[in-house]
């Protein structure tokens, strides 16, 4: 088999998307997502839901590789809360929907529910702190942070009776 | 955040396609499969390699989870062998290519190689045994051999000059 | 190398031990545990901490793998709320601290904290609930429980001023 | 829960141990390693394996931290061939036992079998490149090709009938 033969330009990797001010970002439950007990090990869904914010990020224009070998910096996750509300299996296909909830100068917060049809699967809050590479804390990019309030901006105006 | 509110019909996982006998999946590369080097973690290769052969097997109507859950049995990857060519890293766009290269009664043998662009990644050959519960090697479903051979024939007609 | 030559009965996993009602557990971050960041993934603590859990019944004589097998049912986690307080780096020897919480019929809150020397890297509360194999509720088995509340005694009877 | 309280000294991480030549390197199965068709995924034995393969080097006086953070390079999987034998399963104890079997400038061949008791569960074949951070075959540092070469000519000596 030689890969060079043909590379379809169309089979591309999953995009997340931006619906008023809220992204959605879908995945599969594959085998590796989890265990012996038949149900997906509950550290998976934090994969899941970091895929998405980092979709969401890329969506916004945030090149998060570049920032971290520029020598900027890079998230990490500094309080986490989650809830499992019912278990996915194997095969499931998930929704990850997301929501900028606050914004700091040098850390945001996320909102992130994943979904199995209109079933809640997990709901959790997510602090991610900008840290320089040394680790310590660090102001966002300034338009890092705007992309973040317009996203913000957008969900309120939609969405004013929540 | 009420996900119930609204839940996009058109945001989805990525489904895999076969072209000619080859089966051809995306993924891109999160903090997860990620080490400290700054390049991907070995291991996660055979993670994007299980995630295109399973949704192989789901393109090919074989549904995996109902098998496991009629106490029929389950793949296990019973021999692997892969080179690493080239370091993919955060953020990058890859394609894995699969192709069904022998069949037996109770295993299937799969070629495997992940591109980027152009670029070859990693190339594995991948040999999975199907197993009973117990752990026996057992012989597939027939209309999974059927559909293996359909893809084999295929890729042969197609490409009569590899 | 003929693996049967020569096994040394001394080599053994790392058991955990319990001392005045908590419960210690080690471990060393391996590539694995590290993402291009070069810190370690924010999930990884998930799994050190569960290693600790399971390692924790383990050590009071509940045989989980028998209890899924005989049909009655496994942990699921419920609820966990994370501090990320420091970050953690390859080869680093690590500390999983955990306390019994609270007992409920159905469930376990545990208290956990991750060191590194006598620096705190995380700190964590998990509530565990013991599930049905179809994913409801169920009592935890009666000498489980009584395991639990006897550390729990240990843990105020010798610390009474916490 | 304060954890400075009481740090107790002696629960450290597993260290492995050599044995005229071999490595010897003990893990217990957890959720983590396993999938919902009740076996360990076939992944997890790659981290198992590169576990024992950083305590081999951390036991030989190889500071692989030190060398990454210094530029100098690290590892990275160049080839890996694992053959599955019989499958794992929560709880198991595994003894992973390695062997250096070939040494070249910028490269080292190991051996690696995992045993359950006196049963085989995977052997496997790994080459191992060293890297400069940029991703070029590097040649291994001196004090590293010279322990490596210690472990060989020992497991010569003392196993010349093999």
């Given at each position: 088999?030689?890969?060079?033969?043909?590379?379809?330009?169309?089979?591309?990797p999953h995009d997340g998307q931006f619906r008023a001010g809220r992204h959605y970002f879908a995945c599969r439950v594959y085998y590796e997502d989890t265990d012996f007990s038949g149900i997906v090990y509950h550290a998976a869904y934090l994969k899941f839901m970091e895929r998405a914010r980092s979709d969401m990020l890329y969506q916004l224009g945030m090149d998060q590789r570049a920032a971290f070998e520029a020598g900027d910096g890079?998230?990490?996750?500094?309080?986490?809360?989650?809830?499992?509300?019912?278990?996915?299996?194997?095969?499931?296909?998930?929704?990850?929907?997301?929501?900028?909830?606050?914004?700091?100068?040098?850390?945001?917060?996320?909102?992130?529910?994943?979904?199995r049809g209109n079933e809640k699967i997990v709901s959790a809050v997510v602090q991610a702190a900008f840290l320089t590479p040394a680790g310590r804390p660090r102001r966002q990019p300034e338009p890092w942070t705007k992309a973040f309030a317009a996203?913000?901006?957008?969900?309120?105006?939609?969405?004013?009776d929540e």
């Open positions: 088999m030689d890969a060079s033969n043909y590379i379809p330009a169309d089979v591309k890079a998230y990490a996750v500094a309080d986490l809360h989650i809830k499992y509300i019912a278990p996915a299996r194997f095969q499931d296909n998930l929704l990850v929907i997301s929501g900028v909830k606050r914004l700091r100068k040098a850390s945001v917060e996320i909102e992130q529910t994943i979904i996203v913000m901006v957008e969900a309120v105006d939609t969405k004013p």
